[in-house]
């Protein structure tokens, strides 16, 4: 069968670098190897652009994009005109701590937040000042705080200024905060109200599991963290009571900025979700008191896991 020239150029196309790997496609990367990962195919395997892109439910471009930076890190192997494929078997791919590298929107993030963590930026947000101090596009600081903003780390203001909410930024809050998780989330539990839910259950004992089985090795960090906030405010829907659910979620917003820069332990991430499954455990079978009991331990640890606020200035 005959080669067309836009076939040829297609080919070539699927491995020449790129100025810029975005977080979409950093993200994809991350699903293709977890999906090869799961797979149990050979090294040699070809992914196919259309199968990854069905598995995937996205288009074939990115699906490209994604299968450039898995080339990047030897984790698959170009062939020019025919494709791409695993160059090790997704059993070896298990046992290798393989870690997508951080887009420039990532590293942007994890600056804007360090330096306001450590008061190096104040609560008001100017766009143009922030531009000449990372050295970026207004766009590129558009983009990071609208993703600030869905993570409940920033808000607009009434004009066209942003500004960053309260976080846990002291020793003094840092502790106050937790002393009242561990009244308010137990009491979630013990509320007349609370009623489990079943599905939702299964499905955060799905992703739990899937982080246990590798993926809390590999996957960015704020995954792990919003898989946790997930945990927490569920059990607070679960109460089924407003005010218990609105404070529980006012303090995964205050704990979101300090997790995203002191918990990058992902040994105690995966500690963490074993104990949300035995939490899951005692409530699935009737058991609140065993529940709470292992909730107020579950805070207790995370409490004294206490980052460092020093040279905060």
Known sequence: MATTTEQVQDSENRLRPQ??????HADLARRVLHLVREADRPAGWQLKE???AEQLDVSRSPVRAALRLLAELGIVT??????????ASSDDL??????????????????ITRDRFADRIGMNINVTELGRRYGVSRSMIGRVLTRLADEGLVERDAGRGWSFLPSLN??????????????????AILD???????????????????????????????RLVEIDVE???????????RFILQAIQQQSRLRRMTEF??????????????????????????????????????????RDLLPSFAGKA
């Open 19 to 24: 100025p810029r790997t975005s977080r979409f």
């Open 50 to 52: 259309q199968w990854l």
């Open 78 to 87: 170009a062939v020019p005109n025919q494709g791409c494929f695993l160059a």
């Open 94 to 111: 298990k046992d290798a701590p393989y870690a997508i590298p951080p887009t420039e929107e990532e590293r942007l993030y994890l600056r």
């Open 170 to 187: 002291s020793p003094e809050v840092y502790e106050e905060s937790y002393r009242f998780r561990m009244q308010i989330e137990p009491a």
């Open 192 to 222: 007349p109200g609370f009623r489990p839910d079943p599905a939702k259950f299964a499905e955060i004992r799905r992703a739990h599991e899937t982080l246990l089985e590798g993926t809390v090795l590999t996957d960015p960090f704020r």
């Open 231 to 241: 945990f927490h405010e569920t059990i607070g829907r679960c109460a089924q009571n």
């Open 261 to 302: 820069q002191f918990r990058a332990d992902r040994g105690r991430m995966a500690q963490s979700c074993r104990e949300h499954l035995s939490i899951l455990d005692a409530l699935e079978a009737g058991d609140r008191e065993r529940a709470v009991e292992l909730m107020r331990a579950h805070i207790s640890v995370s």
